[in-house]
């Protein structure tokens, strides 16, 4: 039963190049969540989305980033003309369906780190 | 706002010795607490959850006390040993959300 995955793991990008980081849920987990850290920070929510769905995208930054979920394949987080301050690591999270309900709660995959030079 | 913050950033303990990890958190709303454990380089592995209706939850070798009088959190893990040692973050989620609300972080070093 394999856990959150990410891919890529280390992605680096050259100022103003386009950044996709990949996160397929845990199997029967349908509600994903997208989190940055910066270093000897704790993380930081950017956005939750359920199949097709942006449920809340309060913690993304207006411009240059999106997020999706589609019907068929992973979540995608993008980033556009990435700038130095993107660097820090993105963490994709799953549960199976809303965190009020007891019994359900969210578990991280291993990261994407971005180094933008 | 929203805000969970963790009194002490750095907790040095012998191996053996039992470690405390606190957490204060200020929303009066929130209804759900997890405790996570980051080592260097991975991702946040979830340790023990609560639930505010509960004042107390024992795993492996951990316990997690929730008072929400005082809206404070902590993570006891008892005999502690070296793989303990990483970065500790409480967060909570507020009823009815769906976003996690993580402090800053606490870091765990187990002398040998």
């Known amino acids: 039963n394999a856990g959150v995955m990410q891919n890529p793991r280390h992605l680096v990008r050259r100022r103003g190049q386009e950044a996709r980081l990949r996160c397929s849920p845990m199997?029967?987990?349908?509600?994903v969540y997208w989190y940055r850290q910066l270093p000897e920070e704790g993380l930081k929510f950017m956005v939750y989305l359920q199949k097709e769905n942006i449920i809340d995208e309060s913690g993304m930054p207006k411009e240059r980033f999106s997020a999706e979920f589609p019907k068929e394949g992973p979540s995608i987080l993008r980033i556009q003309q990435v700038v130095r301050g993107d660097s820090a690591a993105y963490f994709c999270?799953?549960?199976?369906?809303?965190?009020?309900?007891?019994?359900?709660?969210?578990?991280f995959g291993e990261g994407s780190w971005l180094t933008v030079v | 706002g929203e805000s969970v913050g963790l009194h002490l950033p750095t907790l040095s303990v012998q191996e053996g010795d039992n470690s405390i990890i606190n957490c204060a958190y200020s929303n009066s709303a929130s209804d759900y607490f997890i405790w996570y454990k980051q080592e260097s380089g991975k991702g946040p592995q979830f340790i023990i959850d609560i639930r505010s209706n509960m004042d107390k939850r024992q795993g492996q070798r951990v316990t997690v006390l929730l008072n929400k009088t005082v809206k404070h959190l902590s993570l006891q893990i008892a005999a502690t040993q070296p793989g303990d040692s990483a970065v500790y973050f409480c967060?909570?989620?507020?009823?009815?959300?769906?976003?996690?609300?993580f402090g800053a972080g606490t870091i765990l070093r187990v002398k040998s």
């Open positions: 967060a909570e989620n507020i009823q009815d959300g769906n976003k996690l609300v």
């Open positions: 199997k029967g987990h349908s509600h």
């Open positions: 999270a799953s549960s199976p369906s809303s965190l009020s309900l007891s019994g359900n709660t969210i578990y």
